[in-house]
């Protein structure tokens, strides 16, 4: 009798944990359930504002140097800048009739920026010509380094070291002294963009054109590796190579020359130079904060890698 009693006291037992462990399981998991519903509807939250957020392509409050940019894709791309609420400085050394036409279209359409006239392979000039930026129009937030010398295509017997030389300078040695100059403001705000204008040459290896697609090459992995090292800083460093956009420079060349290249273009036609704006807008600014190191193709399709 004592033998049953105590079996049956060990069921009501085992019964009761089970009850209570079954009970206490049901509150924590409904406790558990809404707590982790409440986090994924703040996480739905959060990236819903998120994807709904439109990108920010506006500039204003910003300055941007474009060298070069008396004529052709430079102009284009300060004006796209200055349309997009930037301050925007000119710069030419020699076309200064062009320069002055320019800059006077620029007021016209009631857009902020000044001109100035240095030469951007000179330490001295480079040294002027960001001091007299920041002075008239504020420290440079954005970098457009555009200039560029001519660009005859001859075979390798027919180019001495130079003209080798004077490519390197304009896009090794350009960017290097204009960047060593804007970044003491850019590492103090930790923002800044920094944009070479490079080519499609490189990837192309066109030829016999042999002393501009070696320095485009240098320039590339001058600005890869700015990225790099700017990065912490929230600077960006990034590229956009253009194919053959004719510009004034290209007026006089054979008309074959540019059917030849057309023909060869997927989209079937050359670009203009204001096919940049979407470019230089999206390397520009905000949109563009998490891309660094990278180089757009503005080509019609002639590089798909």
Known sequence: MGSRGNAGGGRVA???RKFWRLRLGSVWRSR???LLGRRGR????????RSMRIPNFRLD?????VTGSSKGLGRAMAFALGRAGARVAFNYLHSEAAANATFQAYREAGLEGGLFRHDVIDPRGVRHLCAEVAGALGPI??????ATPAQPLKPIEQYDWDFYQEMLDFFVKSPFLLTREVLPHMKSKRWGRIINITSEVFERAVAPFSAYVAAKGA???WMRSMATEL?????TSNAIAPGWIPVERHEQDPPEMKEAYRRGVPMGHMGVPEDLDGAILLLASEASDFITGQTIHVNGGTTTY
């Open 32 to 34: 558990l359930e809404r």
């Open 61 to 65: 409050g910003k300055v941007a140097l």
């Open 14 to 16: 085992e019964r009761s």
């Open 219 to 221: 320039q590339n992995g």
């Open 42 to 49: 703040a996480e739905q939250v959060r990236y819903s504002e």
């Open 141 to 146: 937030d954005i970098l457009v380094v555009n």
């Open 231 to 235: 990065a912490p800083f929230g600077i």
